[in-house]
């Protein structure tokens, strides 16, 4: 599946529910599901800055696609960064440089993307799209 | 216009803010101790500056300048009369308690040499440890800390150990802003004074409070915030003894704070225009007294009592919530929770009641060390006003419930 694929299905799930409530129950449960970075890579440098809670990002690169895990000591930032790596994860380089975020907005997240935010959601996608740009260096 | 039976739904009424939804439901706000919501006195007293004679104040000839002069001269003197100071020209007027710290740490470093020593507290605010932090780094003095118990109280018998003839200063907060504790700041000026330091009281989260008597207390200096009493941001207080005010150096150049300027020399003004270079925040300083009007005609015991009062209705229900934990547990304390349930993110928790209306802080409250005290990344933090009812509390109780089962 494309990543512009997974978004739309993620904008489906979210149209099921009616109330912020339900979108936030989902949310939390989709933190469960998320990726775990291991252990050994949860070290300060790949903390991301800007949040309230700590959010640990990883990503590796295999076939030219890049895999990522992550962590967080919140469970709503858990399953923020668990939504952004499900859209992008497996997914080439190119493609997640290129990769929109409006979704966010439709799955009725707005008030996490403003860069003022203390959840670091724009410092989350940020993070992201670097290790793509990096990986894609590699690639050139 | 104002009552002086305490009776909440009438005060509610003097403030708009409370008549908001967020997110569908009615505000309920309890981030008072960041700031404070302003009744519609005081914010008719903003439009009518700037409706009908706002100019600039003490050059001008012209009625306008005339009335915004004697409009801020006369705030000054409400805030001299509302701490009790000596005089009207021991009050400088600044943009908030941090300028007022760093306006006294900034005179102080003329004053201070290698091995002077300092002492701040454990309860600080990050603001009232930078610039002391840097005092020490231009001056080569030391700061030293008294350390604070389990309970949030800081331990006296270690203050006594700490000071010295080497003690220059003595900057402690009236309230801490993390956790409520007031601090004895009576015994703490004493203290120093018999040793021969200055102390410095940080009022930012006292003054919504209660009333200090700056001659009674006898401290050196005495800051605070207008936005936290009800008035609006970006001005506040600076209250220094006329010796000491005269001792230090200006803070910052500029129009106002000379008397004459020549290009080989420039005389200051006479307090309290020495520290108050350039345009002040006129309509702010005016809004300020008015504020302070308002907090009168209530009536400090009031407010205290009442205030008391939900803290207590609060507290008793909180502990009732199974893991949840209390930190800050002062004899002595203001109308402030800040709590944690189990091991849930205190981000959390904050999110979802934002998504019910209800305002509170999370996060380390700008009071890291407090935070590595408890081994915790953060808290929430409830804080009382007196516009805030019980029924208020009791939605907050619900919906923390409902917080707490969806985050489990």
């Known amino acids: ?140 | 216009m104002l009552q002086s039976v305490f009776d909440v739904n009438t005060i509610r009424k003097d403030f708009p803010i409370l008549e908001r939804k967020v997110n569908g439901k009615s505000l309920i706000y309890f981030d008072n101790a960041a700031t404070s919501q302003t009744p519609k006195q005081v914010i008719e007293v903003i439009v009518d500056y700037y409706s009908n004679y706002n100019a600039n104040i003490h050059r001008g000839v012209h009625a306008l300048s005339q009335e915004a002069t004697d409009a801020y001269e006369r705030a000054r003197t409400k805030i001299q009369k509302h701490f009790n100071a000596k005089h009207a020209y021991e009050i400088i007027f600044t943009s908030g308690t941090t300028h007022g710290i760093n306006l006294i740490a900034n005179g102080f470093s003329s004053l201070l040499k290698k091995g002077d020593e300092i002492i701040v507290s454990a309860l600080e605010h990050h603001s009232n440890i930078v610039p002391w932090q840097m005092l020490c780094e231009r001056t080569g003095a030391i700061l030293k800390v008294i350390p604070m118990s389990e309970e949030g109280e800081l331990v006296l018998s270690e203050y006594d150990a700490l000071l010295s003839t080497n003690t220059k200063l003595v900057f402690v907060n009236h309230i801490s802003n993390a956790l409520g504790t007031i601090n004895p700041i009576q015994y703490i000026i004493d203290k120093a004074h018999g040793l021969g330091a200055a102390v410095l009281v940080d009022g930012a989260q006292s003054c919504p409070h209660i009333r200090p008597d700056v001659q009674d207390l006898d401290v050196d200096f005495y800051v605070c915030s207008a936005h936290k009493i009800c008035g609006p941001t970006g001005v506040g207080m600076l209250y220094g003894k006329e010796e000491w005010l005269k001792k230090l150096p200006p803070y910052q150049g500029g129009g106002e704070m000379i008397a004459e300027v020549s290009f080989e020399k420039t005389t200051y003004a006479d307090l309290p225009h020495k520290f108050e270079a350039g345009t002040p925040n006129v309509c702010g300083g005016i809004a300020f007294g008015a504020a302070i009007d308002y907090m009168n005609a209530i009536g400090f015991d009031a407010i205290a009592n009442y205030e008391n009062e939900l803290l207590v209705y609060a507290t008793k229900q909180l502990e009732q919530i199974e893991n949840l934990k209390i930190y800050g547990t002062a004899k002595n304390k203001t109308s402030v929770i800040s709590f944690n349930v189990g091991s849930i993110h205190p981000y959390d928790i904050g999110t979802i009641l934002d998504k019910m209306g209800i305002a509170v802080r999370t996060g380390h409250h700008c009071a890291q060390p407090i935070m590595d005290f408890y081994k915790i990344p953060g808290t929430i933090r409830a804080s009382f006003m007196f516009y805030n009812t019980k029924e208020e509390i009791d939605t907050f109780i619900a919906s923390l419930k409902k917080a707490i089962m969806m985050l489990s």
């Open chain 1, 1 to 140: 599946m494309t990543i512009e694929e997974i978004q739309n299905e993620i904008i489906d799930e979210f149209s099921m529910f009616e109330d912020w409530e339900e979108r936030y129950q989902y949310m939390i449960d989709l933190g469960k599901t998320l990726p775990l970075i291991e252990e050994r890579f949860k070290t300060d440098t790949n903390i991301i800055k800007g949040c309230q809670s700590k959010v640990w990002v990883h990503a590796e690169m295999n076939d030219e696609k890049v895999n990522f895990t992550a962590d967080s000591d919140a469970i709503i930032t858990k399953g923020i960064i668990a939504i952004l790596i499900r859209a992008f994860s497996n997914q080439h380089p190119k493609d997640i440089i290129d990769a929109d975020t409006d979704f966010i907005d439709q799955i009725g997240l707005k008030e996490h993307l403003s860069p003022t935010r203390a959840n670091g959601l724009v410092s989350m996608i940020k993070q992201l799209k670097m290790y793509a740009i990096a990986y894609q260096t590699q690639l050139n």
